[in-house]
């Protein structure tokens, strides 16, 4: 008898604020669910460069046996300049060679290679084979230079500003599509701002 | 059958453990339990959510290579794994950082906990006082309950 004049004194009391402490848990539900449905299409693999909008870190490599040039910090001094991290044992280096070998031909931009815990034989045979789109290369014998530009999956490719700043980081093949999509407008707005700062 | 179970579960136990010991420690010993320590709070990249000092990735080797030469050059504990940081970003600390960017993370339990104990507190306070204290019995329910009691013994 009691409990039932109590609800009702309850109900009378506020439904409003009864009807808002219902709709809680769904509110509660739809906010967790958008969360976890963001989460799906992030890919884990991707981690956010330290080094974006930081200068390359000091280095100095020698060249690949049979090769002239090596690689080194003081030799990123055009506008924009690719720096790819390969190696022979690399398969997916393999797969976004062509793409590279292509951009060199067309001379899209300056590409250096960073070959990264190969055997020195290994890379000269891989580029001998495939073709050598690379206009400097840098042995990295020990990967102490990768770790200091923060590698940890190779293929990767830094894009580097005159400046000798890293302005992007490609985790994993460049495909056709990242050329298109983000690669060229970026090289483009980078060369535009080159030649703007330029007196 | 039994054994052979054993031998398996045996075999597996024992992997991660000799991992680590084919490397070359630090002449140091109190250096090298320094390091040690730190391996387990390093991220090994590539294995994802695996501690460097678990891990056989030839990158966690290395990492582990680089934290002992660190150590040895008179890094402390801070300066060493602030190194990796930044190198790799805060993704290489197993247990990320408290700043801006992770008070959420951090907080967030908190942001459920608190007010769900304030609503807890609110819902237990407006209960009626007859059903938390218990109104004291009258006389007669008095009597009902010690006739009730004796009569069962």
């Known amino acids: 008898m009691t409990e039932a004049t109590e609800t009702a004194a309850g109900a009378r009391k506020a439904p409003a604020t009864r009807w808002l402490v219902g709709l809680l848990p769904v509110v509660v539900f739809a906010t967790i669910g958008w969360f976890l449905y963001q989460g799906l299409s992030l890919d884990p693999k991707t981690i956010p460069s330290a080094l974006i909008n930081k200068p390359v870190p000091e280095f100095d490599l020698p060249p690949l046996p049979g090769h002239e040039r090596g690689l080194s910090r003081a030799d990123l001094t055009e506008p924009v300049q690719l720096v790819n991290v390969f ?29 990264y815990k190969d055997g020195p034989s290994d890379a000269v045979a891989w ?25 940890y999956g190779v293929p990767e490719t830094f894009i580097v500003d005159g400046k000798g700043v890293i302005v992007e980081k490609i985790i994993g093949p460049i495909t056709p599509m990242i050329l298109q999509e983000k690669l060229l407008p970026l090289i483009a707005k ?3 701002d080159a030649g703007a700062a330029r007196p | 059958m039994r054994g052979l179970f054993l031998a398996i579960a045996l075999t597996f136990a024992a992997l991660p453990a000799f991992a680590i010991f084919t490397e070359k420690p630090l002449a140091d010993p109190e250096q090298e339990a320094r390091a040690r320590e730190l391996m387990h709070e390093l991220r090994c990249l590539v294995c994802q959510n695996q501690a460097i000092s678990e891990s056989n990735a030839p990158l966690a080797r290395d990492l582990r290579e680089v934290l002992r030469e660190r150590i040895a050059a008179g890094d402390s504990d801070a300066e060493a794994l602030d190194y990796m940081v930044q190198r790799f970003g805060d993704w290489v600390l197993l ?24 609503i807890a507190a609110i819902y237990l306070r407006r209960r009626p006082t007859s059903a938390r204290a218990g109104t004291p019995l009258t006389e007669a329910e008095r009597a009902e309950v010690a006739r009730a009691l004796t009569g069962q013994e």
């Open chain 1, 87 to 115: 190696a022979s044992w690399c398969v997916a280096c393999r797969v976004e060679h062509p793409l590279l070998m292509e951009m060199q031909r067309k001379g899209v931009v300056p590409i250096h290679g960073l070959n």
């Open chain 1, 127 to 151: 580029l001998n084979q495939y073709g050598d789109p690379y206009d400097r290369i840098g042995v990295d014998l020990n990967g102490r230079v990768g770790i200091d530009f923060g590698v």
């Open chain 1, 190 to 192: 980078m060369r535009a």
């Open chain 2, 95 to 118: 247990q990320p950082p408290f700043k801006p960017e992770t008070w959420l993370l951090w907080l967030g339990p908190l942001l459920i906990l608190v007010p769900g104990a304030i």
